[in-house]
C-alpha cells in the first residue's frame, strides 16, 4: 500500500492565490462582461526587457550551431551568469559573495521551500505574521509543524508578529529559534529594514547560532540609497545567512524563471554527530541531485540584465511599477484608507475599513468595483483585517482600479 506524506493533510485548504482564482473564475462565470481587474497575485505585466529578448534570440541561434550547442549546463549555473551577479548586485555594495557561491535556480520560490532538503528535524523555526505562505506550507510538508490551530497557526513554529504598532519589523524571538525567515522589502507588508535592523538579526543569530533564510527578491524596488539590499552589507551575515534573490520581479522573468541562492562558503549547521557541515556542500549535492537548473538560453536572458542597456532597461521597469505603487497609495489616501508600503516595495497594505475582515473586503471589491486583490488572512493569522494591493499592472488598470475605489 502506498503511504501519503500525512503532513499534506495538516496544510489548509488551498494555497492562497489558487483560492483567489477560483472565487474570481466563479464571479466571472456570473459576471461575464465584468471589466476586471488583478491586483491581486504579484505577477508582472509588462514584457522582457529589450536586452533580455535579444540575448535570448542570440541563444537560440548559438543552440542551432554545432559550435554554440549546449546541452546540461553547470550544476551551479553557468559562470559568466555567477561572476555578473557577484560583481554587480553583490561586490558592488561592498558584499563579501563570490561566483562560486552563488546557485542559479529556476526560482526563489522553490528554493525557499527546497532549502528545507539540507536541514534536518528538530529544527526551531521562526517566521513574521503575516508573512509569504511559502515558508509555511513548505515547513509544514517537511514536518516541521504539528497541525493548525483554529487561527490557522501551526503548532511548532514561532510566529513573530508585524503590524502597524511595531512598524511592521518583528521582535527578535523570546523563545530560541534555529532557523528564522526574514523577506526584505516584504511580502505582504512592503516594509523595509534598516541596516541596524539586520545587524540586530544578525547578531542574534550568530548569537543563538541560528541561519537567517533571507528572500530578497523585491530587492531592486528599494528607493532609498542608504537601506541595505542584501544581508550580507551586515558584517557578519557570511556565518548565520543565506539569501534568496530572483529575476521574476525585476526584469519581468515570473513566466520565463530565473533566481539565485548565495550560501556563503564556511556556513555551517551541525550533524547529528555534533560535526560542523558546510551548507553549500549539501545544497551543491542536493542541487546536483534533484535539479538540472535553468536553460542555457534563459541564462543569458538574466546575463543581459547586467549589460549597460539592461541596467537601463530594468530601472526603468522598477520605476514604472513604484509609479504605479505611488498611484495607489495617492488614490488611497484621498479615498480616506489607511494603508503602509509601497515606497520600497510593489505592495501596498491596507487596513480594511470598519473592522470588515480580509475576505469580506476581498468579496466587496470584486463584486462591487471587479478588482482583485489579496486578502491579508491569506498571508497569516494576523493579517485578518488587512489586504494587499499589487502595483504590478498597466498603468491604465492601475489608475482605472485608484478611480473605481474613489467611488465606493
Ligand atoms: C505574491 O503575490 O505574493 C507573489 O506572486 C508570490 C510569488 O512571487 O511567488
Not at 542608504?226 to 513566466?255: M, Q, W, Y
Not at 554527530?273 to 534533484?290: A, V
Request: aromatic share 12%; glycine share 10%; with cysteine.
Amino acid at each position: 500500500m502506498v503511504k501519503i506524506n500525512d503532513n499534506y493533510l495538516k496544510l489548509k485548504a488551498g494555497y492562497l492565490f489558487p483560492e483567489i482564482n477560483r472565487r474570481v473564475k466563479a464571479f466571472r462565470f456570473a459576471n461575464p462582461d465584468a471589466a476586471l481587474i488583478r491586483l491581486g497575485i504579484g505577477d508582472v505585466t509588462e514584457p522582457l526587457p529589450p536586452a533580455c529578448r535579444e540575448a535570448m534570440k542570440n541563444a537560440i541561434d548559438d543552440m542551432g550551431t554545432a559550435e554554440g550547442f549546449r546541452g546540461y549546463g553547470p550544476e551551479q549555473g553557468y559562470e559568466w551568469l555567477r561572476k555578473a551577479i557577484a560583481e554587480h548586485d553583490f561586490q558592488s555594495r561592498g558584499c563579501d559573495v563570490n561566483a562560486e557561491e552563488i546557485f542559479i535556480s529556476d526560482g526563489s520560490k522553490c528554493d525557499s521551500s527546497n532549502i528545507l532538503d539540507i536541514f534536518g528535524a528538530g529544527n526551531r523555526v521562526a517566521v513574521t505574521d503575516p508573512v509569504y505562505p511559502v515558508y509555511v506550507d513548505s515547513n509544514v510538508m517537511a514536518g516541521q509543524t504539528g497541525k493548525a490551530d483554529s487561527e490557522g497557526r501551526y503548532a511548532g513554529l514561532t510566529y513573530l508578529p508585524i503590524s502597524a504598532d511595531n512598524d511592521f519589523a518583528a521582535e527578535i524571538p523570546s523563545e530560541p529559534v534555529d532557523l528564522i525567515y526574514l523577506c526584505f522589502p516584504n511580502n505582504p507588508t512592503g516594509a523595509v529594514a534598516t541596516k541596524a535592523q539586520l545587524k540586530t538579526w544578525v547578531e542574534y543569530a550568530r548569537g543563538n547560532n541560528a541561519l537567517i533564510l533571507f528572500d530578497a527578491a523585491y530587492e531592486a524596488f528599494i528607493q532609498d540609497p542608504d537601506l541595505p539590499h542584501s544581508i550580507f552589507e551586515v558584517e557578519g551575515a557570511r556565518e548565520c545567512a543565506i539569501e534568496f534573490r530572483s529575476f521574476s520581479k525585476n526584469a519581468g522573468f515570473t513566466g520565463t524563471r530565473c533566481a539565485l541562492t548565495v550560501i556563503p562558503k564556511g556556513l555551517t549547521g551541525t550533524c547529528g554527530q555534533g560535526e560542523q557541515i558546510e551548507l553549500w556542500s549539501l545544497w551543491n549535492r542536493r542541487q546536483s541531485t534533484k535539479s538540472n537548473g535553468v536553460s542555457y538560453i534563459v541564462q543569458r536572458g538574466a546575463e543581459a540584465v547586467y549589460s549597460a542597456a539592461g541596467q537601463a532597461e530594468v530601472k526603468a521597469l522598477v520605476s514604472f511599477y513604484m509609479k504605479n505603487a505611488a498611484i495607489i497609495r495617492h488614490g488611497l489616501s484621498v479615498s480616506g484608507f489607511e494603508f503602509y508600503g509601497g515606497q520600497h516595495a510593489p505592495y501596498v497594505w491596507i487596513k480594511t475599513p470598519n473592522g470588515i475582515d480580509s475576505w469580506g473586503f476581498f468579496d466587496y471589491l470584486l463584486n462591487t468595483i471587479s478588482v482583485v486583490g489579496t486578502p491579508g488572512i491569506g498571508f497569516g493569522a494576523a493579517g485578518e483585517g488587512y489586504f494587499r494591493l499589487s502595483a504590478f499592472n498597466s498603468r491604465e488598470n492601475v489608475n482605472e482600479t485608484m478611480e473605481r475605489i474613489k467611488c465606493l
